[in-house]
């Protein structure tokens, strides 16, 4: 078997199936809204959104300026959405790299208003409505007043009314019904005091099946884009889009009463013959929290043996036959028709399933391949 440090694989075709297959569950008057923020969930900002934006993706939201020009730079076409707060000081950058603002409060409006009519320029943006995720936006009691200032302010064309509907993450239908009459509320006040062609979003990735009555005019995807599980995605045929890969780099006997890893851990048991994995905590982070968990090598499970290392893991293969130095382990993925997928994982270091993508963030000697009709690139 190849040696070839630690990597993750990205499969770009099942990437494009997952596009396919989750467009079937959205309005076709609703446009699709691929969210790329956190570096894609893992999976790479330039490439995963240089990939979709060549199958048709034409919008796209991120939480931060440094990623919204870094797609500009990099050719990306279309509308990039800023999800979060922009400082006052890279207004000028909003500006000359065409990125649509989130407005999450009138101060901020006035201050864009005031260099957009200095600059004698314009500027299409979204207001963000809280909803009771309380991080961030308008409070919803101040909505209506607030979007009709900043609609007044010159320079500003107001495109959207959005918001983020905590209860779609637990799960909780009554709260989100009661959150959407609000919503739909407000922006009916909104349409009617003149803004008519107001466009609306709601929908993130919980609430795309549970709520086709809330798709409006966008609908924003995230974390099923990578084909992690998420609370309503069940019955979509989703493929995971990630695997991630390491090599053997030592195998030996573990005798009875001899001690390993850092809490010097007794074997207390049985003789095992123990494979050391060139990867650890220092890598992916979620290894930290993980001590039961398995990995696949040669097409088994094999257990993982305490705690890892910032750099190593400690795996039992004595059941495992010849297994050497240089050998393929898969922490997340397939091999052969042995899978361990994200969401076992993440509940294996201690994260809800629905919470895959906390354990696809990887450290910088973690390689990126991507994968495309069988031919890789790695990054």
Do not use: W
């Not at 064309?157 to 959005?162: G, H, N, R, S, T």
């Not at 709520?211 to 924003?220: I, L, S």
């Not at 929290?289 to 910032?310: D, E, K, P, Y």
Request: net charge negative; with cysteine; glycine share 8%.
């Amino acid at each position: 078997m190849g040696y070839h440090g630690n990597r993750t694989e990205i499969n770009l075709d099942r990437l494009t199936h997952n596009v396919r297959e989750i467009s079937k569950h959205i309005s076709p008057k609703s446009r699709f809204m691929a969210v790329v923020k956190g570096d894609a969930y893992g999976h790479g900002l330039i490439p995963i959104s240089q990939h979709l934006n060549s199958i048709g993706i034409r919008h796209f939201a991120v939480s931060n300026m440094d990623d919204a020009i870094s797609l500009r730079k990099q050719g990306i076409q279309g509308q990039i959405l800023h999800i979060g707060v922009v400082e006052d000081a890279r207004i000028q950058e909003l500006i000359d790299y065409e990125i649509t603002p989130s407005i999450c409060s009138v101060e901020f409006a006035m201050l864009l208003s005031n260099e957009l009519n200095h600059l004698k320029k314009k500027i299409i943006v979204h207001i963000r409505m809280d909803q009771g995720l309380g991080t961030i936006g308008i409070p919803e009691g101040d909505c209506l007043d607030a979007v009709l200032t900043i609609h007044a302010l010159p320079g500003i064309q107001v495109e959207a009314l959005f918001t983020q509907i905590p209860g779609a993450y637990i799960d909780d239908h009554a709260l989100v019904e009661r959150s959407l009459e609000r919503f739909r509320s407000i922006s009916n006040q909104i349409k009617a005091a003149g803004i008519a062609d107001l466009l609306l979003h709601a929908v993130s990735s919980p609430m795309v099946k549970n709520f086709p009555d809330a798709h409006f005019d966008m609908v924003r995807i995230g974390i099923i884009l990578f084909g992690l599980k998420c609370i309503g995605s069940e019955d979509m045929d989703l493929k995971p889009v990630l695997n991630l890969k390491s090599h053997v780099v030592r195998v030996r006997e573990l005798q009875v009463g001899e001690r390993f890893g850092y809490g010097c851990t007794q074997n207390e048991d049985v003789d095992r013959l123990v494979a050391t994995v060139q990867i650890g905590y220092g890598d992916a982070l979620f290894l930290f929290s993980i001590h039961t968990g398995q990995v696949l090598i040669r097409g088994h499970r094999a257990n993982i043996l305490g705690r890892s290392t910032m750099d190593h893991l400690l795996i039992d293969v004595r059941s495992i036959p010849d297994v050497q130095i240089g050998d393929e382990v898969v922490l997340i993925g397939s091999q052969g028709s042995a899978l361990i997928s994200a969401e076992e994982v993440a509940e294996k270091a201690g994260f809800n399933e629905y919470n895959a993508e906390c354990i696809t963030m990887y450290g910088q000697n973690v390689t990126r391949f991507y994968l495309k009709g069988g031919i890789s690139d790695a990054t």
